[in-house]
Nanobody
Framework: VQLVESGGGLVQTGGSLRLSCGIS????????IGWFRQAPGQEREGVAC????????YYADSVKGRFAIGVERVGDNVYLQMNGLRTEDTAVYYC???????????????????????WGQGTQVTVSS
């Protein structure tokens, strides 16, 4: 199982970025994919999640209406489209996978990250004012 994030960078407030999570070694159809972020000195936070396995989806309140998670049209990549970026969105963003059912429904729990067994290396997103 391998996940590789890309697409991070520096953007001004109000701008957009599209992160991609390239996956290999497992099928999207029996897994949940979650996007997490971690700012310096803070806990890893669940941002978005979807599962083709059980049809569940999750967005953190802080990103609803601005971020969207989905599957790229070409290749088994999962994207996180981020619009209307704010300085508080600055963090390292990680994608993670898990085959446990209903794991997306646990994303708002403080220990959500512990429920995902496979992780990418992360990509830095910096939003400047």
């Amino acid at each position: 199982v391998q996940l590789v994030e890309s697409g991070g960078g520096l953007v001004q407030t109000g701008g957009s970025l599209r992160l991609s999570c390239g996956i290999s070694g497992f099928s999207l159809y029996n897994s949940a994919i979650g996007w997490f972020r971690q700012a310096p000195g803070q806990e890893r936070e669940g941002v978005a999640c979807f599962s083709l396995f059980d049809g569940s989806m999750y967005y953190a309140d802080s990103v609803k209406g601005r971020f969207a998670i989905g599957v790229e049209r070409v290749g088994d990549n999962v994207y996180l489209q981020m619009n209307g970026l704010r300085t508080e969105d600055t963090a390292v963003y990680y994608c993670a996978s898990e085959t446990v059912s209903m794991v997306c429904s646990a994303m708002q729990a403080p220990d959500a990250a512990r429920k995902f067994g496979h992780w990418g290396q992360g990509t830095q997103v910096t939003v400047s004012s």
